[in-house]
């Protein structure tokens, strides 16, 4: 029996990420801010599927939160198998539009959460030779669309370069960069999301299926759906100056309102 730890484990793909693993068998730590959802949760995943699940209540907006489930991830007593960052949230409104504070709340969650618990987790994966990182990024990662798609950038990166550096160590790393995903995620925003086509969405469970396939496939990065396979195709044979205007008008187009 292993364990795995989601963060944003109540909603979404991090919900989407518990059911799949409880129902292969995998004991849980499940990680949020909203202590009684954490704890209907876990009663659910126990009663159903028979594993154990953990609550850890923690906002990994603050250094506290981040420190609390850091210490978990390096308890060598009970150990993570499997870490799967996924908390995470949009500001709706353009740069300028959004206060300041938001913007580096989101660096905090994106950037500065995953590097550290993803640092606590691959030093005891390491000795004992075996686990897995997963760290949920997104395709605004390969077009320039403001501090959402750059902290996105540095997720896959920040992946893609790890996973070079522990390659023969038995711990594997995977960005993941989905699409649309029908979940909170935009309604938490307070984004619209009727002015987007129905063919650019995708389903939860669909896209934690592929991803755990391609974890298991050893990637370092998964875009789970052949339709933002090929957009992002595009994406790179186009010139950056003009993928730049391309984003911009597509935000304004199919992004908050």
């Known amino acids: ?52 699940a953990e609550v850890l209540s923690a906002d ?25 960052n996924n908390a995470g949230f949009g500001n709706k409104g353009r740069y300028l539009d959004v206060p300041l504070a938001d913007e580096l709340r989101m660096i905090k969650v994106h950037v500065e959460a995953v590097l550290r618990l993803t640092s606590a987790a691959t030093g005891t994966m390491r000795e004992r030779g075996r686990g897995g990182v997963v760290n949920v990024a997104s395709v605004a990662a390969f077009v320039p669309r403001g501090t959402y798609g750059a ?11 790890v996973a070079r550096d522990l390659a023969g160590s038995g711990v594997r790393l995977m960005a993941l960069c989905p699409g649309f995903v029908r979940t909170e995620f935009h309604q938490r925003a307070g984004m619209g999301t009727d002015n987007i086509p129905g063919w650019m969405w995708l389903d939860a469970d669909d896209v934690v299926t592929a991803a755990l396939s391609d974890l298991a496939r050893g990637r370092s990065l998964s875009i789970p759906d052949p339709r933002y396979k090929a957009l992002m195709g595009l994406a790179k044979l186009t010139p950056r100056s003009l993928l730049g205007g391309i984003s911009s008008k597509a935000g304004r187009k199919y992004g908050p309102r």
């Open 60 to 84: 990994l907006a603050t250094d506290e939160g981040i420190e609390a489930v850091a210490t978990r991830l390096g308890d060598r007593r009970n150990p993570v198998d499997l870490l799967v």
């Open 151 to 161: 902290s996105k950038a540095w997720v896959v990166q920040f992946t893609q370069g």
């Open 1 to 52: 029996m292993t364990t795995a730890l989601i963060t944003g484990s109540t909603a979404g793909l991090g919900a989407a990420f518990a059911r799949r693993l409880a129902r292969d068998g995998h004991d849980l730590v499940l990680v949020a801010r909203d202590a009684e959802r954490l704890a209907e949760q876990a009663t659910e995943l126990h009663d159903r599927h028979g594993i154990e």
